[in-house]
């Protein structure tokens, strides 16, 4: 079965830390690119970001609402995906999922349950 | 910034055709995808590339893309389709999503 699982999320002070992760299965996980997508409470969804599979040297992107404070890292070993959120602000609280697109489809077929995350 | 736009609400009566929209400069020369998302659930990709559908996706969900406009029509609406949907492009590698529009089945 196709799954993405996030953890981690929580409820954290203003500038504080934090790291979600999110663990792959069914699927070919070294080969995919992985990005975060967050949606604050009763709002509508965000891109966070992504980092790019191997063949593309796992390369990031940023959406620039979180550049500098986020970090999008990956582990093929664990398949995991990670998100490290430093500065948190109010306006990072939200459900963050993990998605990803099978090959080709520009689009996001396999999501998480998705993680909250509280800043306050 | 690149912004995709869509209408906040719309009404379609059960089994009439569900019609939501999504606005972007030259939008056309994107690839559109368009997301269910029902209250408490993940969002579930219905449509990509503008008017392919997944598979288990049932076909009466169609979408188009031309000019402007991006276009995600539900034929023969069902009670089960009342849920908010998302339309996505990507933009200079940035993933950016419409406000999305919540679909009322009355």
Redesign the interface.
């Known amino acids: 079965e196709v799954q993405l699982v996030e953890s981690g999320g929580d409820l954290v002070q203003p500038g504080g830390t934090l790291r979600l992760s999110c663990t792959a299965s069914g699927f070919a996980f070294s080969d995919h690119y992985m990005?975060w997508?967050r949606q604050a409470p009763g709002k509508?969804?965000?891109?966070v970001g992504?980092t790019r599979n191997k063949r593309n040297n796992y390369a990031p992107?940023y959406?620039?609402s979180v550049k500098g404070r986020f970090s999008i890292s990956r582990d093929e070993s664990k398949q995991s995906l990670y998100l490290q959120m430093t500065n948190l602000k109010s306006d990072d609280t939200a459900v963050y999922?993990c998605a990803s697109g099978s090959g080709g489809?520009?689009?996001?077929?396999i999501?998480?349950?998705?993680t909250l995350v509280t800043v306050s | 910034s690149y912004e995709l736009t869509q209408a906040p609400s719309v009404s379609v009566s059960p089994g009439q055709t569900g019609t939501i929209t999504c606005s972007g400069d030259n939008l056309v020369n994107k690839y559109v995808s368009w997301y269910q998302q029902k209250p408490g659930h993940s969002p579930v990709l219905v449509i990509y590339h503008d008017n392919k559908r997944p598979s288990g996706i049932p076909e009466r969900f169609s979408g188009s893309n031309s000019e402007n406009t991006a276009t995600l029509t539900i034929s023969g609406t069902q009670a089960t389709d009342e849920a908010d949907y998302y339309c996505q492009a990507w933009v200079s590698s940035t993933a950016v999503f419409g406000g999305g529009t919540k679909l009322t089945v009355l």
Do not use: I, K, M, S
């Open positions: 990005d997508v509508g969804l965000e891109w992504r992107e959406a620039a999922y489809t520009l689009a996001f077929d999501w998480g349950q998705g």
